[in-house]
Nanobody, 120 residues
């Protein structure tokens, strides 16, 4: 599966951005992770084929994940952005049901990453 992410950029704190990721074929779960400089990659959000969603506590209430199964795309709507949201964001997809999707091992394919910078 090939993934193409887009939508990153520079935004002021309190602003919004939308990230998109297109997959070359359908998958069970689609998710987003992020990695800030000097930090480990962390889970952001995920959505299953039947649109069950999962969020990290740090983004819950500010970010919304959605998907279009017909187009094999996943979007991440990010609102009320904070400087600590600055990171490279990676989309990832997995083909199997899991008990949880907040760890990298749940995913089989990863996109190339798109940079989000939030200025204070």
């Amino acid at each position: 599966v090939q993934l193409q992410a887009s939508g990153g950029g520079l935004v002021q704190a309190g602003g919004s951005l939308r990230l998109s990721c297109a997959a070359s074929r359908g998958t069970y779960v689609m998710g987003w992770f992020r990695q800030a400089p000097g930090k480990a990659r962390e889970f952001v959000a995920a959505i299953t084929r039947n649109t069950r969603t999962y969020y990290s506590d740090s983004v819950k209430g500010r970010f919304t994940i959605s998907r279009d199964n017909a187009k094999n795309t996943v979007n991440l709507h990010m609102n009320s952005l904070k400087p600590e949201d600055t990171a490279t964001y990676y989309c990832a997809v997995g083909s199997k049901y899991r008990d949880t999707y907040d760890y990298a091992e749940s995913y089989d394919y990863w996109g190339q990453g798109t940079l989000v910078t939030v200025s204070s």
